[in-house]
């Protein structure tokens, strides 16, 4: 199995910044693909980015140029640049061998105030 513990959620004004960390721990070969995914009160999960171990990453359309993801071997990093109220969600930090879908963290609250 693997875990994934996340850390740097919290609450920001309009257009600051924050940064998610996650790392992995148990069997790593399970997963080659890590990514964040984010629910907002009524909605569905959904993707927010992913990485590969080679690098290759992908981000929503709604995040593009705002969100950096990066990857240091088992720990996965998403930079949060001009936050919008529209990004409050929970966040989840996921794994899984081509898309980061079977493994998941608890989830970390990120709050976007006007």
């Known amino acids: 199995q693997v875990q994934l513990v996340e850390s740097g959620g919290g609450s920001v004004r309009t257009g600051g910044s924050l940064r998610l960390s996650c790392a992995a721990s148990?069997?790593?070969?399970?997963?080659?693909?890590m990514g964040w995914y984010r629910q907002a009160p009524g909605k569905q999960r959904g993707l927010v980015a992913s990485i590969t171990q080679g690098g290759t990453t992908e981000y929503a359309d709604s995040v593009k140029g705002r969100f950096t993801i990066s990857r240091d071997k088992n720990t996965v990093y998403l930079q949060m640049n001009s936050l919008k109220p529209e990004d409050t969600a929970v966040y989840y930090c996921s794994a899984g061998l081509v898309r980061p879908e079977k493994f998941w963290g608890p989830g970390n609250q990120v709050t976007v105030s006007s």
């Open positions: 148990g069997n790593i070969f399970l997963f080659n693909a």
